[in-house]
């Protein structure tokens, strides 16, 4: 219900985008988010954007990732810049729906972003 995109091999330094489109019995969201989860480590937030606008950014993200996306449209993107060999994690999508329909959290299956060095 949450799919990714975009994921890949890119060079240090470079750009990647990543694309997420939620469908099926997800009617509206609250907010979605990045996550990532590299080898051997827990999953940790990259950054979210709710149904105002309003984004955050783990330390890692800020100034190199832009999140965005239409939330009403239920799609997120992650503009990632200057990536590094420790950006090299799994992607995740997630997205919170509102209080009136369960509150219920859902998870993408994960896109690969390695980079090389």
């Known amino acids: 219900q949450l799919v990714e995109s975009g994921g890949g091999l890119v060079q240090v330094g470079g750009p990647l985008r990543l694309s997420c489109a939620a469908s099926?019995?997800?009617?509206?969201?609250?907010?979605m988010t990045w996550h990532r989860q590299a080898p051997g480590q827990k999953r940790v937030l990259v950054a979210a954007?709710?149904?105002?606008?309003?984004?955050t950014y783990a330390d890692s993200a800020k100034g190199r990732f832009t999140i965005s996306g239409d939330i009403a449209k239920k799609t997120v993107y992650l503009q990632m810049g200057g990536l590094q060999p420790e950006d090299t994690a799994v992607y995740y999508c997630h997205a919170l729906t509102p209080w009136y329909e369960g509150g219920k959290e859902y998870w993408g299956s994960g896109t690969l972003v390695t980079v090389s060095s």
């Open positions: 954007i709710d149904v105002r606008g309003s984004t």
């Open positions: 099926g019995n997800i009617s509206s969201v609250n907010a």
